[in-house]
């Protein structure tokens, strides 16, 4: 086990806390997952590479993991504040398919996109269709002592659990459950404005295409529901490491916590009175760009592939993203993404590089690098430090080729960049309106090198002018001899 102690920030408090497993053996996590109602955009992703990011330094620090992911094909409504229409229904609706055929097919390709950024699949992709009876179950045995029904279903009073919405509020003094969330609107014969439903009951005279039977009518839970159950059925009442995006820290996630203080206060004799369920709650901030939070409301928000279709790796937004703290807020630009994807090249490059000399002696020694990114990423994940780290080792001629490769292995087990199994020609996506293959694209350039070398320079501008016309940047004087790149 690497030897700093790892120490992450804890949203319950507001602070810094060593990281003590419940148990070494197996260090058990959860993460909320996607609604799968549309494609997820790059924002929605830095939640899951922060994710990835914490499972994989526990693991290399030599923690087993057991990482739980949960897909959300039931109960989110179109108001993170438990307002308005599913969120599958309506996209459902919207596109005349069926429900189980639209989340099928957001699922494929959320997971096809955690696959392109290289981040490692969890233990267990959760369903929340497949657990409805245990939801039901769930909220039958709290039902007597924490919730009221209403005529549309199921509704969970936050008076009858201790400091409701702390995780909200961080350290701040406790306030009335109705100021909490005063901003949600108001249902009729809710006790209190933060009340929220666990079970929705169809109205009379209207079905839905995702609903069960429940001792409180046909209908379907609440969001909020199956983050509790699916966590407590495989993590126990009391895991390590709950995660999420920041927005979750304001509603879902206390609403949550607030289910599972209920829960344990009956069926948990070993925990706490307002146990939350996982010891450390952890929040990744937003990624935003210039026009606002990135957001799916306006109906065009970009997503990987709209990357990818610009003429960038995956592993560039990858890195993009470990640049910058994940508790900070991070502005998307294209400028920022084309200097991540270069300063990827350039690490590739220069790997490749070192793959390629001859073996030699070592005057100095790779541990100490090793150490330095131990004590990086057990800083609360400073995997912009890292990075830091990365290049200063990779630069390090005391060091043999040789060892600088084999210790490139821990970063990439930290890092999730690959850079030793991928190649510049890797790294070089066409846009997708590119109109050259890249056999195309060498013999022009070896045209326009010809027309240079006879001081031709009118035939040499003017094929520069037909590549860039077709989508190709011609870099002269690249120093890192890439010759040219997709325009973006």
């Known amino acids: 086990m690497h030897g700093t102690p790892l ?53 290399w620090k030599g923690w087993p993991t057991t990482h739980i992911i ?28 069926s429900i189980w055929d ?71 003094p406790a306030e009335e459950p109705a100021s909490v969330e005063g901003r949600i609107d108001e249902v009729e014969g809710k006790r209190h404005a933060a009340d929220f439903a666990i079970w929705r009951t169809s109205p009379a005279g209207e079905q839905r295409q995702m609903e069960w039977d429940s001792p409180w009518g046909r209908g379907a839970p609440g969001w909020h529901l199956e983050c509790s159950v699916m966590s407590r059925k495989y993590l126990g009442n009391r895991f390590d490491i709950h995660t999420g995006g920041i927005d979750h820290r304001e ?19 070993s925990c ?31 997503r990987l592939k709209t990357l990818v279709d610009r003429g960038y790796h995956p592993l560039a937004y990858r890195l993009m993203c470990l640049q910058a703290h994940y508790r900070s807020e991070l502005e998307f630009g294209w400028e920022s993404l084309a200097a991540a994807a270069t ?24 541990s100490a690098y090793r150490e330095q990114l131990d004590a ?20 390090d001629k005391r060091i043999a080729p040789a060892d600088r490769i084999a210790a490139l292995t821990d970063y990439d087990a930290v890092l999730g960049l690959s850079l030793g199994e991928i190649g510049r020609a890797d790294l070089r996506v066409r846009p997708a309106d590119a109109t050259l293959t890249e056999e195309s694209i060498a013999e022009r350039l070896a045209e326009r090198r010809t027309a240079r070398a006879e001081k031709d320079f009118a035939r040499s501008d003017a094929i520069r002018d037909e590549l860039l016309a077709a989508g190709v940047e011609v870099m002269d004087g690249d120093p890192l001899g890439w010759d040219w790149r997709p325009t973006a």
């Open 7 to 59: 120490t992450l920030f804890n949203s319950l408090t507001r602070a810094l806390e060593p990281f003590q497993p419940l148990d070494a053996a197996n260090v058990r996590l959860y993460t909320c997952g996607p609604t799968v109602y549309n494609y997820q955009h790059i924002g929605n992703m830095r939640a899951f590479l922060f994710a990835d990011t914490l499972g994989r330094v526990l693991r």
């Open 102 to 172: 639209i989340a099928a097919h957001y699922t494929e390709v959320f997971k096809a996109d955690v696959v392109a950024l290289n981040i490692e699949a969890p233990s267990r992709w959760s369903v929340a269709t497949d657990h409805v009876e245990e939801m039901i179950a769930f909220a039958s045995a709290i039902e007597a002592e924490h919730c009221y029904r209403l005529p549309g279903g199921l509704y969970f009073d936050v008076s009858t659990v201790p400091d409701y919405g702390r995780l909200a509020r961080g350290n701040a």
């Open 343 to 366: 300063r990827l090249k350039r690490l590739a490059q220069t790997v490749e590089a070192l793959k390629a000399r001859p073996a030699m002696p070592s005057s100095g020694s790779a």
């Open 70 to 97: 949960n897909i959300t094909d039931v109960g989110h409504l179109t108001s993170d504040a438990d307002q308005g229409e599913d969120k599958m229904e309506r996209a459902a609706a919207r596109a005349g398919q």
């Open 251 to 269: 509603i879902h996630h206390p609403n949550e916590i607030a289910q599972n203080q209920a829960h344990n206060q009956a069926h948990c004799g």
């Open 376 to 395: 990086a990423v057990s800083d609360d994940l400073n995997t912009a430090r890292a990075l830091t780290v990365l290049d200063t080792m990779l630069a």
């Open 272 to 302: 706490e009175p307002g146990y939350t369920g996982a010891t450390l709650w952890m929040h990744n901030n937003f990624l935003v760009e210039r026009a606002g939070k990135m957001s799916k409301s306006s109906g065009e928000f970009l």
